[in-house]
């Protein structure tokens, strides 16, 4: 597990994720003005049709964004096992394979 001092604290985290989405939405906007230059720039034999603007502003970066900014701060409690242990508790008891680890 992590100790604490690897944690960036929030205002740091923020402002890095703000310059992240900007450089993003930067590309994010680049690209969907190639692929719109694409498409009209008529390279097939059929014409092509117009890109529809959607109805409603869907900003996927921004999704993303307020996604991680809302995420819990504070870090987890340390586990009295392994987590590779939580199958065995799966395990019955009376079971041929909870038996072998009883005895094991």
Same mark, same amino acid.
Not at 57 to 70: A, K, S
């Given at each position: 597990?992590?100790?604490?001092? =690897?944690?960036?604290?929030?205002?740091?985290? /923020?402002?890095?994720? *703000?310059?992240?989405?900007?450089?993003? +939405?930067?590309?994010? /906007?680049?690209?969907? /003005? =190639?692929? /719109? *230059?694409?498409?009209?720039?008529?390279?097939?034999?059929?014409?092509? *049709? @117009?890109?529809?603007?959607?109805?409603?502003? $869907?900003?996927?970066?921004?999704? !993303?964004?307020?996604? $991680?900014?809302?995420?819990?701060?504070?870090? !987890?409690?340390?586990?009295?096992?392994?987590? +590779?242990?939580?199958?065995?508790? @799966? $395990?019955?008891?009376?079971?041929?394979?909870?038996?072998?680890?009883?005895?094991?």
């Amino acid at each position: 597990m992590e100790s604490n001092s =690897e944690y960036v604290p929030r205002a740091k985290a /923020e402002a890095a994720i *703000r310059a992240l989405k900007e450089r993003l +939405a930067n590309q994010y /906007e680049i690209r969907l /003005e =190639e692929l /719109e *230059r694409g498409l009209t720039s008529g390279k097939g034999g059929k014409a092509r *049709r @117009q890109r529809v603007a959607p109805t409603s502003t $869907v900003d996927p970066i921004g999704d !993303l964004v307020n996604q $991680v900014l809302e995420r819990d701060a504070t870090p !987890l409690l340390p586990r009295s096992t392994p987590q +590779a242990m939580d199958p065995v508790r @799966q $395990v019955a008891p009376m079971s041929y394979i909870g038996q072998a680890l009883l005895d094991g």
